[in-house]
C-alpha cells in the first residue's frame, strides 16, 4: 500500500526543525545495564550523546522528540541477490523502526520488477522503489553507496523528509529503535571494536589514501552498516566521501575498508552529534561485546563471522 501525505510549509518545516535541532542532552550521565556491574557512559568526550536505547537519557530525548513529527527516510540499497534481504528488513523495521512517526522506504535497486511483493505498511509510512543501473558486488558497492546516496538525498529525499538514515540490507531490527537516534549527524559505534584501544581500530593506514588517519587522530571506530541525519548534513557527508573516493579511484588508490574508511575519516573531521552504541550494529562472535539489548541486528556480518559465508549471500 502507498500512503500519500500531506507535507507542512516550508515555513513550519524550518521552525519545526530548529527546536528539533536544539541541544537535548546535558550534564554526564552513566548508567548501570542489568548485565553489567562496570559503569557504562553516555556522553562522548565532545559532549554528544552516546546512545543506549532504555538509558533515562534516551527516554528524556524521545520524549522531547514526541510532539515534533519528523519524518525519517531509511535509504537502502539492495543490488543483485541482496534483493533476498529485504523482506526481513522492512518487515522488522515496520514493527520496530520509528513507530507512530513518518518513514518513508527508499529502496535502490537494479531489479524492481523481482523484488518481492509490497508489504502492508503501517499507518504515514510509505516504500518508494527507485531504479538504479548498478553492478552486484559489496567491494563494488562499498565504493559506488555515498554517490549514489548523495544523488537520491539531493534529488528526492531531502523534499520530502527531514531524517535520512542510510541501512544496509543484511540487518534486521529486533528491539525498539525510536527517536533516540536522531541527531544533525548520527553514526554507530562497530561492535568488533567497541571498549578497545584505539590502535587495534582498522583506520586506513596508507599515507596516499584520502581516507588515511594518522596516529593519535581519531574517537571511535563507527561502522557503515548505519549512520544518517538531517538531510543537509547527511547530503554534506555523501558527497565528500564520494569524492574523496574518486580521488582515490583516479590515483589508483583503495582504502581497506572501502566506505567504512572514508566514513570514519569524516567523522573525525566532522564529529557525530550523536553516537549510537553497539545495540544499534551487533552480530554475535567470538571477539564481540555482549549487549544489554541488541536492537538492529547483521545479518550479513553475522553470517560471515560464523563461517557460514562462502561468497553466497543466499545462505544468510
Ligand atoms: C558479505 C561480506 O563479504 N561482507 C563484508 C563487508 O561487510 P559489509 O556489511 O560492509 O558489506 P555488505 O556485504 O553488507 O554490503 C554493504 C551493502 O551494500 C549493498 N549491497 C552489497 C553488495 C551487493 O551485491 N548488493 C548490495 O545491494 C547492501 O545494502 C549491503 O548491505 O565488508 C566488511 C568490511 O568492511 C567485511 O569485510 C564483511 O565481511
Ligand atoms: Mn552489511
Same mark, same amino acid.
Given at each position: 500500500?502507498?500512503? %500519500?501525505?500531506?507535507?507542512?510549509?516550508?515555513?513550519?518545516?524550518?521552525?519545526?526543525?530548529?527546536? %528539533?535541532?536544539?541541544?537535548?542532552?546535558?550534564?554526564?550521565?552513566?548508567?548501570?545495564?542489568?548485565?553489567?556491574?562496570?559503569?557504562?557512559?553516555?556522553?562522548?568526550?565532545?559532549?554528544?550523546? *552516546?546512545?543506549?536505547?532504555?538509558?533515562?537519557?534516551?527516554?528524556?530525548?524521545?520524549?522531547?522528540?514526541? &510532539?515534533?513529527?519528523?519524518?525519517?527516510? @531509511?535509504?537502502?540499497?539492495?543490488?543483485? /541477490?541482496?534483493? &533476498?534481504?529485504?523482506?526481513?528488513? *522492512?518487515?522488522?523495521?515496520?514493527?520496530?523502526?520509528?513507530?507512530?512517526?513518518? %518513514?518513508?522506504?527508499?529502496?535502490?535497486?537494479? +531489479?524492481?520488477? =523481482?523484488?518481492?511483493?509490497?508489504?502492508?505498511?503501517? *499507518?504515514?509510512?510509505?516504500?518508494?522503489?527507485? !531504479?538504479?543501473?548498478?553492478?552486484?558486488?559489496?567491494?563494488?558497492?562499498?565504493?559506488?553507496?555515498?554517490?549514489?546516496?548523495?544523488?537520491?538525498? +539531493? #534529488?528526492?529525499?531531502?523534499?520530502?523528509?527531514?531524517?535520512?538514515?542510510?541501512?544496509? %540490507?543484511?540487518? =534486521?531490527?529486533? /528491539? !525498539?529503535?525510536?527517536?533516540?537516534?536522531?541527531?544533525?549527524?548520527?553514526?554507530?559505534? &562497530? !561492535?568488533?571494536?567497541?571498549?578497545?584501544? $584505539?590502535?587495534?581500530?582498522?583506520?586506513?593506514?596508507?599515507?596516499?589514501?584520502?581516507?588515511?588517519?594518522?596516529?593519535?587522530?581519531?574517537?571511535?571506530?563507527?561502522?557503515? =552498516?548505519?549512520?544518517?541525519?538531517?538531510?543537509?548534513?547527511?547530503?554534506?557527508?555523501?558527497?565528500?566521501?564520494? *569524492? @574523496?573516493?574518486?580521488?582515490?579511484?583516479?590515483?589508483?588508490?583503495?582504502?581497506?575498508?572501502?566506505? =567504512?574508511?572514508?566514513?570514519?575519516?569524516?567523522?573525525?573531521? &566532522?564529529?557525530?552529534?550523536?553516537?549510537?552504541?553497539? #545495540?544499534?550494529?551487533?552480530?554475535?562472535? !567470538?571477539?564481540?561485546?555482549?549487549?544489554?539489548?541488541?536492537?538492529? $541486528?547483521?545479518?550479513?556480518?553475522?553470517?560471515?563471522?560464523?563461517?557460514?559465508?562462502?561468497?553466497?549471500?543466499?545462505?544468510?
Amino acid at each position: 500500500m502507498v500512503l %500519500v501525505i500531506k507535507f507542512s510549509s516550508d515555513f513550519l518545516r524550518e521552525k519545526r526543525m530548529s527546536s %528539533v535541532t536544539m541541544s537535548l542532552f546535558s550534564g554526564v550521565e552513566q548508567r548501570q545495564p542489568g548485565l553489567y556491574s562496570a559503569k557504562i557512559s553516555v556522553m562522548t568526550p565532545w559532549g554528544a550523546p *552516546l546512545v543506549w536505547g532504555d538509558s533515562e537519557s534516551s527516554v528524556w530525548r524521545r520524549d522531547k522528540f514526541a &510532539h515534533l513529527g519528523a519524518r525519517t527516510g @531509511l535509504a537502502i540499497l539492495a543490488i543483485g /541477490n541482496y534483493n &533476498h534481504y529485504l523482506q526481513r528488513l *522492512l518487515s522488522s523495521a515496520e514493527l520496530y523502526f520509528l513507530l507512530n512517526f513518518y %518513514v518513508t522506504y527508499y529502496v535502490l535497486t537494479d +531489479k524492481p520488477q =523481482e523484488l518481492d511483493r509490497p508489504l502492508k505498511l503501517g *499507518l504515514n509510512r510509505e516504500l518508494r522503489v527507485i !531504479p538504479v543501473a548498478e553492478m552486484p558486488g559489496w567491494d563494488r558497492l562499498g565504493l559506488r553507496r555515498m554517490a549514489l546516496l548523495a544523488t537520491i538525498i +539531493k #534529488e528526492q529525499i531531502n523534499l520530502e523528509v527531514d531524517y535520512v538514515y542510510c541501512i544496509d %540490507v543484511d540487518q =534486521e531490527f529486533t /528491539n !525498539p529503535v525510536g527517536t533516540e537516534i536522531l541527531g544533525k549527524l548520527t553514526a554507530t559505534l &562497530h !561492535p568488533l571494536f567497541y571498549g578497545k584501544p $584505539r590502535y587495534v581500530y582498522p583506520y586506513e593506514s596508507n599515507s596516499d589514501s584520502q581516507a588515511y588517519v594518522a596516529n593519535g587522530e581519531g574517537d571511535y571506530y563507527y561502522s557503515s =552498516e548505519f549512520y544518517g541525519g538531517l538531510c543537509s548534513k547527511v547530503l554534506a557527508m555523501a558527497q565528500t566521501c564520494s *569524492l @574523496l573516493i574518486l580521488q582515490d579511484q583516479d590515483k589508483g588508490v583503495r582504502a581497506q575498508e572501502l566506505e =567504512e574508511s572514508y566514513l570514519n575519516r569524516y567523522l573525525i573531521d &566532522h564529529r557525530p552529534t550523536c553516537v549510537l552504541s553497539p #545495540e544499534y550494529n551487533w552480530w554475535e562472535s !567470538p571477539g564481540g561485546p555482549k549487549m544489554p539489548t541488541q536492537r538492529l $541486528r547483521s545479518v550479513g556480518r553475522q553470517c560471515f563471522s560464523t563461517g557460514n559465508y562462502n561468497g553466497d549471500t543466499n545462505v544468510c
